[in-house]
């Protein structure tokens, strides 16, 4: 036995989402079932759609930042009951007894994780060989993949915590971001946006670096101290040797060096946003600073509760537009052109109209 599920699917790099059947499996004993009420869209989302990255098996469905209430649970289960307000973001599955996942960093799982959408499933109980995404009205997923989400935020503006804030969230934590510190957030767009909000949260310094004069506004409002323009070559020089940590959201690959720059002696810069090759990484800004780079990849299912609940403490939620979800499409392009502030989410409820 499966349940039916409704959704959207592309079914080639070229084609458009649009609406497609597909079967979940039926809850287990440790199964959590999920109405799905909002669903964000990462761009992510769109990149693996398109086959941008490679390796996109088709039918696909995407979607990583769910929003729903629990509709049924397993007989094992005890953390959730029906009508709990709970969220599912980018991992379904995991090996669970790497030390990776023992230490409840799931998203660093040695013999890889499962992804929300188009991550092997190693589970079964339907007909389809990989996972279907959130783009849908239900989704079953394991106890310990499933998040509760805080009662006092809104849950359309939630969903993308999923994803963006807990990409954000993740690295300002393992830095210990905190008050006293000057914090750099490089890029203000769906993770950007987020970062500024979560590391004014924690108390620091908030510094936004930006191309874009226009978004100076934006940072300011969404918690920022400052802006710095890194198109302003006489600002950036001023700044340099000053800042205790940058959060770098930079969606493609990039000169890292005026960035390094920043850094004071023993300081770090953390990437998340570019999934690609860096354009230029010079050895002198690191050497004669004692300077670091590093990477993050999202966060841990506890750690990614942890963000939530945080965010619930300091009434955090991402600035979104809803969407039905017949306009998918054009939320892609707009995405795409960097036409949103500053996430998309799309309204489940659109499935049935």
Sequence with gaps: MTIAVHGYATQSPTSELAPFTFERREPRPQDVVIDILFCGICHSDIHSARNEWGGTQYPFTPGHEIVGRVAAVGKDVSTYKAGDLVGVGCMVDSCRHCASCEDGLEQYCENGFTGTYGGEDKIGGTPHKTTFGGYSDKITVDERFVLRIPDNLDPAAAAPLLCAGITTYSPLRHWKVGPGQKVGVIGLGGLGHMGVKLAHAMGAHVVMITTSPSKGEDARKLGADEVLLSTDAAAMKAAQNSFDFLLNTIPVGHDVDPYMALLKRDAAMVVVGAVEPL???????????????????????????????????????????????????????????????????????????
């Design 279 to 353: 354009t230029n990484v010079n050895g002198i800004p690191f050497i004669f600073r004692r300077r670091s780079m590093a990477g993050s990849l999202i966060g841990g299912v506890p750690e990614t509760q942890e963000m939530l609940d945080f965010c619930g403490e300091h009434n955090i939620t991402c600035d979104i537009e809803t969407i039905a979800i017949k306009d998918v499409n054009e939320a892609y392009d707009r995405t795409v052109k960097g036409d949103v502030k500053y996430r998309f989410v799309i309204d489940m409820a659109s499935l049935e109209s």
